[in-house]
């Protein structure tokens, strides 16, 4: 029951409740019906003091739910760049694929997320990688008409180059 109940803690960001239920021995890996845990769902809606909280009792920052997307997808599909960079901070896998092949900077690329796409590629997330689809983040920005973020990583060469 108890695991439930973190899940819509989780869900709602409910800190004091988090706390308390993670106290009372609840299961920090709960899964609901699309096999989405706590921190999944704090990551999609950007509790961040949640996620530091799961993340503290030990929740797995690389779980996948039942289409293989992690935390850390989630949260950069969302654009929810304080979650992204407290996941970072904890370890997590910035290149680690979901059940499409696609990476965390392919979520928040093809989403238009600028802020979460910049820093990603500025921590050294790879451009070029292709989901299955064989599309690069950078290609679904542009087919997704995100035109600025597409731009965040082309390497433009120095005026003068030949």
């Known amino acids: 029951m108890s695991g439930q109940c973190l899940l819509r803690a989780a869900q709602v960001g409910a800190v004091a409740d988090v706390r308390r239920l993670l106290d009372d021995g609840a299961n ?13 769902w704090a990551a999609l809606l950007g509790h961040k003091q949640v996620a530091h909280l799961l993340l503290k009792a030990g929740a797995d920052k690389e779980a996948q739910c039942n289409e293989g997307g992690r935390p850390l997808h989630y949260a950069a599909d969302k654009g929810m760049l304080e979650v992204v960079t407290t996941l970072v901070a904890s370890g997590a896998n910035v290149e680690a694929q979901s059940g499409d092949g696609g990476r965390p900077l392919h979520c928040a690329a093809t989403e238009g997320e600028m802020g979460v796409v910049q820093f990603l590629v500025n ?3 790879e451009v ?9 983040p950078i290609q679904k920005a542009e087919r997704f008409g995100h035109s600025e973020v597409a731009k965040v990583g082309k390497v433009e060469p120095p005026c003068g180059s030949w």
Do not use: F
């Open 128 to 136: 070029d990688v292709v989901n299955r689809a064989g599309e690069t």
């Open 28 to 40: 920090v890996e709960e899964r609901s019906g699309t096999g989405a845990g706590p921190l999944h």
């Open 123 to 125: 921590i050294g997330a």
